[in-house]
């Protein structure tokens, strides 16, 4: 007898990442996604030690992702004086046992789209459709999928996963008096410009403070010249009484909106307009994310990814948890079938904890350095020493990763989420 399919809803890089788990598990399912032809968007993103050893464990590997990045040596922060604050290495360089990568959001999605289409999975993909609605039934769940000109198509499945996104309809239904998106006042604007890497040549770089700072990183191999596409996100806070702007990732602006901002920021060893102005395409968007939700499972119905818990994108863990959600739901299903009691197992275990990490990335995430730095000394430090000792930093940076599932030490000792006999 046919067993009824797992619908996903939305094929981003989470809903991929379980559509690609399903797959290798041998359990039915569906993705279903709203835009008719899936296409590179977006810019650069990190992929934390985590997510890319369950990558390699989907069959995403190295050589395929050296090919849309670049493995993250070393993390830094800076003052708006240009002085060092804390460093420290990252990935391979750290002693993990998997690396960290930097990488092109749009391209990692193609590459997960990509790979589920190799690995035989391509009729389970149906672009050009919504989930619309759902209603929870004994055996099973309905859903309603609309297409852009109104039509609609239903499906029956075992489970529905909302794996929709900051806006997703099937969290708007399971919570449907939920507030609107939160937001603090930080706006960002997002580019990438070719210029040279700094210091390791695999460095993330964050400069300024606080409420007013730039990140950067490459998200390519440099080129003959030494040239590689540097991803930058350039951020202030601003007041919030005149309300939410447009949460829309793809609203392009012009560099004059928002350069004069940092004019000043000339340093010996980068000239942070001359950089902006060199860029292509640039995206205004809201730093936002959704006040934490008591559970994520309403009967037959589970959200993983954004659709849970969308967060602030300080401590480079939003598309890595996306990822763990989905190998953690295909753990689940093993251990407890394709049913109720597997995606209540999974809420039990995720929930509280990515909740708690959504409300410390709300106050700053693993960027609270700078905040310390700016309360002690107002910015001002010849040696960085005077201001905060070394165990200070490590302790909170090592709490940071502890809570973000990625601490060292636990990572590499941890089985594998879903072991390798388990596969089809």
Not at 34 to 45: D, N, Q, R, Y
Not at 176 to 202: C, E, F
Not at 262 to 291: C, H, K, N, T
Not at 298 to 313: F, N, Q, S, W
């Amino acid at each position: 007898m046919d067993r009824k399919p797992i619908i996903i809803a939305g094929a981003g890089i989470g809903g991929l990442a379980l559509a690609l788990t399903l797959h290798k598990l041998n359990i039915p399912f569906v993705v279903l996604e709203s835009v008719s032809e899936l296409k590179p968007l977006g810019v650069g993103i990190n992929l934390q030690p985590n997510a890319v050893r369950e990558l390699y464990e989907m069959g995403v590997g190295e050589e395929q992702l050296d090919k849309i990045g670049v493995k993250t040596q070393e993390w830094v922060l800076v003052g708006r004086n240009g002085r060092e604050i804390y460093a420290e290495t990252r990935g391979l360089k750290a002693g993990y046992n998997w690396p960290q990568y930097s990488v092109h959001r749009g391209q990692l999605q193609m590459l997960l789209h990509d790979t589920l289409i190799e690995q035989g999975g391509a009729g389970s993909l149906i672009l050009g459709y919504k989930v619309a609605s759902y209603a929870n039934a004994p055996e099973g769940v309905r859903v309603v999928a609309q297409a852009r000109d109104g039509s609609t198509r239903e499906f029956e499945g075992a489970l529905l996963v909302g794996a929709d996104g900051l806006h997703s309809n099937v969290r708007a239904q399971m919570y449907p008096d939920q507030p609107p998106p939160h937001w603090s006042g930080a706006i960002m604007w997002r580019g990438v410009t070719r210029a040279k890497p700094l210091r390791t040549d695999a460095s993330f770089v964050g400069l300024g403070h606080h409420d007013h700072r730039l990140v950067l990183y490459p998200i390519s191999q440099p080129d003959a010249e030494g040239y590689s596409m540097m991803n930058w996100i350039a951020e202030i806070t601003v007041d919030t009484a005149e309300g939410l702007p447009s949460g829309d990732w793809n609203r392009q602006v012009k560099l004059e909106d928002f350069a004069h901002h940092f004019a000043d920021w000339s340093f010996d060893w980068l000239d942070v307009p001359a950089m902006l102005a060199q860029a292509g395409d640039i995206y205004e968007y809201p730093m936002i994310d959704r006040d934490p939700i008591p559970t994520w499972v309403k009967g037959r119905v589970v959200l993983m990814g954004d659709a849970a818990h969308v967060m602030y994108p300080v401590g480079s863990n939003g598309a890595s948890q996306a990822i763990v959600d989905a190998r953690e739901l295909g753990a689940a299903f093993i251990e407890h079938g394709v049913g109720t009691e597997a995606i209540n197992a999974y809420d039990n275990k995720l929930c509280e904890p990515i909740s708690a990490l959504v409300l410390r990335n709300r106050g700053s995430g693993p960027f609270g350095l700078l905040r310390e730095v700016e309360d002690r000394c107002g910015g001002e430090f010849t040696d960085i020493r005077d201001v905060m000792s070394q165990q200070e930093m490590d302790e909170f940076m090592h709490n940071y990763k502890a809570a973000a599932g990625f601490a060292i030490e636990a990572l590499n000792n941890a089985p594998s989420i879903i072991p390798e006999q388990a596969c089809a």
